[in-house]
C-alpha cells in the first residue's frame, strides 16, 4: 500500500501521560501536514512542513504539542502531559509542490482517548 | 482568522432527493476544494475550482466557486445511499495551506 499511513491508530491513555503518534507519507510528497479533528467538525490546521522543515505552526497549538520531521520523511506528533480536552482524531496528509490539483491526501488518523 | 462555515450541518433525506450544500467565508481564497470523508477515514478530495464562477461537474455532483472567490456550493442531484458521509469545504488562502470548513453531515436514507 503506497499512501499515507499512521500509527497507531488508537491510543487510550490516562491524563498526564505523554503520546506520540508517527505519519509515513506518500514517499514522493514533500508536503506533509497534521489536522485535529473532533467528531462531526472539520479537521483543523496544527502545523505543516515542508520537507524537514517546520514552516507553520498554529496558535491553537500549545507548548505541550511538538512535531518533527526529520530527513523530510516520516513525521511525529507528541503530545505530553495529556488533558481531556486532547481527545480527537490527529489526521496526517500528504502532498506534493506543483501538483495540479493540490490534492491533500490522508491517512485513516490516529484516534487518542484520554481518560 | 480564516473561518469557512458551512450549512446545513447537518442532512438527513430521502434516496432520490435533490440537496446543495453551501460554503461561505469573508475571505478570497486561491482555489477551493470539496472532500468527502467516512467513518474511521481521512477525507478524500472530490474536486478542486480555481476560477471565480467555476462549475465542475463530477457524475451527480455539481461544484460552484462564487465570482469573488469566497464561497462555494455542492449539489447533489437524486442522492443515493452510497453519497452517506461528511462533505468538507478546503479554502487555500495561500499555496500551501488548507483551512477546512465546519463539515456537513449527510445521510440518505434508502
Known amino acids: 500500500d503506497t499512501g499515507v499511513s499512521q500509527d497507531p491508530r488508537h491510543k487510550i491513555t490516562k491524563r498526564g501521560q505523554n503520546v506520540t503518534f508517527r505519519c509515513d507519507p506518500i514517499?514522493?510528497?514533500?508536503?506533509l501536514y497534521w489536522y485535529r479533528q473532533t467528531l462531526g467538525q472539520g479537521p483543523e490546521f496544527l502545523t505543516y512542513?515542508?520537507?524537514?522543515?517546520?514552516?507553520?505552526k498554529s496558535r491553537l497549538l500549545s507548548d505541550r504539542f511538538s512535531a518533527e520531521r526529520p530527513k523530510g520523511s516520516f513525521s511525529t506528533l507528541e503530545i505530553q502531559r495529556t488533558e481531556q480536552g486532547d481527545s480527537a482524531m490527529y489526521l496526517c496528509?500528504?502532498?506534493?509542490?506543483?501538483?495540479?490539483?493540490?490534492?491533500?491526501?490522508f491517512g485513516e488518523g490516529s484516534r487518542l482517548t484520554v481518560l | 482568522t480564516q473561518l469557512l462555515e458551512q450549512s446545513p450541518q447537518f442532512l438527513s433525506i430521502q434516496e432520490g432527493e435533490n440537496l446543495t450544500v453551501y460554503c461561505n467565508s469573508s475571505s478570497v481564497f486561491s482555489s477551493l476544494q470539496w472532500y468527502r470523508q467516512e467513518p474511521g477515514e481521512g477525507p478524500v478530495l472530490l474536486v478542486t475550482?480555481?476560477?471565480?464562477?467555476e462549475v465542475k461537474k463530477l457524475k451527480r455532483l455539481t461544484f460552484q466557486f462564487g465570482d469573488a472567490r469566497k464561497d462555494s456550493s455542492l449539489h447533489i442531484t437524486a442522492a443515493q445511499p452510497g453519497d452517506t458521509g461528511l462533505y468538507l469545504c478546503a479554502g487555500r488562502p495561500s499555496t500551501y495551506k488548507y483551512i477546512f470548513g465546519t463539515g456537513t453531515r449527510l445521510k440518505v436514507l434508502a
Open positions: 496528509a500528504s502532498s506534493l509542490t506543483g501538483a495540479n490539483t493540490g490534492e491533500l491526501f
Open positions: 512542513f515542508q520537507n524537514e522543515a517546520q514552516l507553520e
Open positions: 514517499s514522493e510528497h514533500n508536503r
Open positions: 475550482v480555481v476560477t471565480g464562477g
